[in-house]
């Protein structure tokens, strides 16, 4: 019996290292407490349960349990080496993102199968070496015991968890005030992580709102010392004490908001477009190959520490950059249904100051319930494939071509008696980057045939080269018809082209990135004919565009309601990440060792603290905000 137990335990710490060393770039020696810990609860309750009937019975079970683990240890890693998002119940009700990407996620599982094997590997020796195991039914003593094993073990991971209650990051954190699936992963492990994930499934969880001061930068703009700019607020009724509402008010009403700034309506009253840019990366902007994107990054705000924050792959992505709020997967449902509502939608903004809005995609229209969702945003005429470009485009192909879509739809609006708004959502950067698969990589081959690259990257500058070509057109066409001067074009990822491995995107980078963190820095596109070019030095994300665009198109907003902030405002600059590490401009920090990284000598007293408390209330806030359909509450 004791042999059994100990392979039991042994097994379980052994599939939690493959997937941990095999998933991140090291393994997390933080973890290793709290996963032992718990494999060794767990391993009580497995060798009970396989212990308590008859020989063959319990046989029967321990393969079928193994055969489970085998199987969900399988499913979290290809899903995490497709989407780069952690695997859970939430996103599995989104089983209709996986199904589309189904080719995608069977070359996961070829290009991983010796991974999966492993992680199989324990069933496996479990049938070769039957015959060295006890299945026999339990004596009354030896239950006695194995319930005693249990509840002891049970007793010291609980132990394990409050002795970590006032660490930031810590286990205690984890269970009991918030929820982040990728962090309990790393800090839990998978099993844990599932077990919490089924749990919150069913009952929810409660999370901890801990109000804190925000810090603001300091502002050496001669200009901006020279005025006392007003906060971008507007009066809200914050009366109500009740529930989850009550919690929001609490929050928003310690809040003081963003102040305006000397380029407060800048742009007031020009035509926008809008463009999320399909994996596109800061590494793919060179002169020579991409020259418009090149000319739009330096020629306008020249964001020089921006990140588009990989969270939840496309939608998440295409939520964070038109909403201003966190993605957060178990929130997906109600921004796929339109169910909830967004005043400050980027749609529903411009159409009430009299704007005429359109909306394109290249791939299908429908993908995701996007026909839905950008209504709910305002996106009035919106097409893609099925609802009426198919017609004018290629959408048998696979990715759609950019530049079809540009050369398509500008009649639309270029012409327009009204300012205009359009949104485009791109497809042409989509993984994968082959010739052979990707028919935008081969459509642009010879432009990178002699680059000294390995394919996967020669095929991932080809698809950003479509990019730069519709960009092209786009501002050739604005230009003949006399609209350059009074359109701003802003662009910014939806991810970045996570399906490269770190090693191909270091070959394009400037620096050494790493996955987590640095493989997110980013250009952000901001960008008017007649501007001169403004270097932004402060942090910036995805969730941070929407609210830095209203303040340059003079739009009243209230800036406590969004948690993405003005970049170009005194607000403190932070990039949060899926795990809740962050970066602003005095570090770096990582959530899962609880490291960081200062890039300055004037760290105040409890900084990281207070950025972690900013970053957690940011992130619940903006889940309890679409949770809540709270800008209806608020808005009446």
């Known amino acids: 019996m004791k042999k059994k137990y100990l392979y039991i335990l042994i097994s379980l710490i052994y599939m939690d290292l493959i997937y941990n060393l095999f998933a991140y770039d090291t393994y997390l020696k933080s973890s290793i407490i709290n996963i032992v810990l718990f494999s060794i609860c767990q391993a009580s309750l497995i060798y009970l349960i396989t212990s308590i009937f008859t020989k063959r019975i319990n046989k029967v079970l321990t393969y079928i349990i193994y055969g489970i683990m085998g199987f969900c240890y399988s499913l979290y890693y290809t899903f995490y080496k497709v989407f780069i998002t952690p695997f859970s119940i939430a996103l599995f009700r989104q089983s209709d993102q996986t199904l589309k990407f189904g080719k995608n996620i069977l070359i996961s599982i070829l290009q991983n199968i010796h991974v999966i094997i492993l992680f199989f590997l324990p069933i496996v020796l479990l049938i070769i070496f039957r015959k060295k195991l006890d299945y026999e039914k339990f004596k009354f003593k030896n239950l006695g015991i194995s319930l005693c094993v249990l509840l002891i073990s049970v007793g010291i991971y609980i132990g394990n968890i409050f002795i970590q209650k006032k660490e930031v990051g810590g286990i205690y954190n984890l269970y009991f005030e918030t929820n982040n699936v990728s962090l309990n992963i790393e800090r839990l492990g998978v099993p844990a992580a599932i077990y919490l994930d089924i749990y919150r499934s069913i009952f929810g969880i409660e999370e901890k709102i801990e109000l804190v001061e925000e810090p603001q930068i300091e502002d050496n703009d001669s200009d901006n010392e020279l005025f006392e700019y007003e906060d971008n607020i507007t009066e809200l009724d914050l009366s109500s004490t009740d529930g989850n509402i009550g919690k929001i008010n609490e929050f928003i009403g310690n809040e003081t908001g963003t102040k305006k700034n000397k380029y407060t309506g800048m742009f007031k009253d020009m035509n926008l477009i809008y463009i999320v840019a399909e994996s596109f990366n800061e590494i793919a902007v060179r002169e020579d190959l991409t020259p418009t994107l090149y000319k739009l990054v330096h020629e306008g705000f020249y964001f020089e520490n921006f990140y588009t924050s990989n969270n939840l792959s496309t939608i998440g992505g295409e939520f964070q950059a038109l909403t201003g709020l966190y993605a957060d997967n178990t929130i997906l449902s109600s921004w796929r249904s339109g169910s909830a509502y967004y005043p400050y939608g980027l749609g529903t903004v411009f159409k009430n100051l009299g704007y005429n809005t ?149 070959m394009l980078s400037s620096y050494e990135r790493d996955s987590l963190i640095e493989a997110n820095s980013n250009n952000l596109i901001i960008y008017n004919s007649k501007m001169k070019s403004v270097k932004v030095d402060k942090v910036g994300m995805s969730i941070d565009v929407i609210p830095t665009v209203y303040n340059l198109f003079g739009i009243d907003y209230d800036s406590r309601i969004i948690m993405g902030k003005d970049i170009l405002s005194t607000s403190e600059g932070i990039a949060i990440f899926k795990d809740k590490s962050w970066v602003t401009n005095k570090g770096t920090y990582y959530a899962s060792t609880g490291k960081f990284v200062a890039k300055s000598n004037d760290i105040p007293e409890g900084y990281v603290n207070a950025i972690n408390t900013i970053v957690s209330n940011r992130v619940a806030i903006s889940r309890m905000i679409v949770a809540n359909n709270y800008y209806k509450y608020i808005f009446k």
Not at 473 to 486: A, W
Request: proline share 3%.
């Open 358 to 506: 359109y909306a394109y995609h290249n791939n299908s229209a429908y993908f995701q319930d996007r026909n839905i969702y950008l209504k709910s945003q305002g996106l009035d005429n919106y097409k893609g494939c099925y609802n009426g470009l198919e017609k004018l485009i290629n959408c048998e192909q696979w990715p759609q071509s950019d530049v079809e879509m540009i050369n398509a739809t500008i009649g639309d609006y270029i012409n327009s008696d009204k300012p205009f708004l359009t949104y485009y959502m791109t497809v042409s950067g989509h993984f994968y980057y082959s010739f052979a698969g990707n028919a935008i990589a081969s459509k642009n081959k010879d432009l990178v045939k002699d680059l000294d690259y390995p394919e996967e990257v020669k095929g991932y500058l080809a698809t950003q080269i479509e990019l730069d070509k519709a960009l092209n057109i786009l501002i050739n066409k604005l230009d003949e018809v006399g609209k350059l001067d009074d359109t701003v074009i802003v662009l910014l990822a939806d991810h970045y082209p996570y399906n490269l491995s770190i090693d191909n995107i270091n």
